[in-house]
C-alpha cells in the first residue's frame, strides 16, 4: 500500500484526487496540505469532502505531513509547488507535480530535482492527452512543412493561465518536431463557462485540413491519471520522469 498525500486539498483537483485515493486500496491517504490561513485548517479531510471521518488533518505543515508518506502529488500554485518541492527534497519523498504556469527557470528547477529524488511532471494528467502529445508531434514530422500547425484550447472562466499549459507543451512538441520555435505555433484560447478542457490541435495545407481533439468531460480522467502517475512513482529510482514514462511501462 503506497502512503499519500496530497495538496490542494480543498481545490477541484485535490479534493477529487483525495476522493478517488480513499476509495483506492492501493493507497493509504496520510495527508492533505492547504496553504497558511485556509479556514478549514485542523479539521478532518474526510470530514470537509462529505466522506466521513478518515483520521486525516487538513494541514498547512509540509514538513511534518511528508515525514510519513511514499509519495505526494501537488496540484497547487507554482510558488506552493516549489515550496513543497523543497520539503520533498529535504526528506528525499517521491512527488508527482501537475501544477502548470512555471515559469522555463521554475520548470528547470522541477527537472534538476529528478538528480535527487524520484519526480514526475506533466501539464495534463489525462492518458488520453498524453498520447495526444506524441500523436502530434509524429504527424507534424510526417507532413512535413507544407503543413501549418496551430492550436485551440477552452477551459472555465476562473482558469488563471492563458493559454494552457497543455496547449504550451503541444507546441512545443510540433516546433520540436517541425524544427521551429515553440512561438512560431499559434495558440488560441478561450476562458468560458464551466468547461474542464478542451485541446484541437490544426494542421492545414491548400486544399485540406487534419484535426485532432482531446475533450475532457470530468476531473476525474485527470485526478485518475495522477494516481496512476503516484503508483508508478512509488519505490522508482531518482529521476525526472513524465507521463509517457507511465504509459510505456503498461
Known sequence: MISLSVSGARGKMGSRILTLAFSDSAFKVV?????????ELGKDIGDILGLGRKGVTLSSDAGKVFQGIDVHVEFSTPEASLAHLKEALRLKKAIVIGTTGFSPKELEEVMNAGKTIPILWTPNMSVGVNLLFELVADVARKLGPAYEAGIVETHHR????????????????IAAAKKVKPDTITAHSFRMGDVVGDHTVIFATEGERLEFTHRASSRDTFALGALRAARFL????????MMKDVLNET
Do not use: I, N, W
Request: hydrophobic share 25%; charged share 35%; net charge positive.
Open 234 to 241: 512509488a519505490g522508482k529510482a531518482p529521476k525526472f520522469y
Open 31 to 39: 495527508g492533505a496540505l492547504e496553504r497558511e490561513g485556509q479556514p
Open 158 to 173: 476562473h482558469k488563471k493561465d492563458s493559454p494552457s499549459g497543455t496547449a504550451k507543451f503541444l507546441a512545443e512538441k
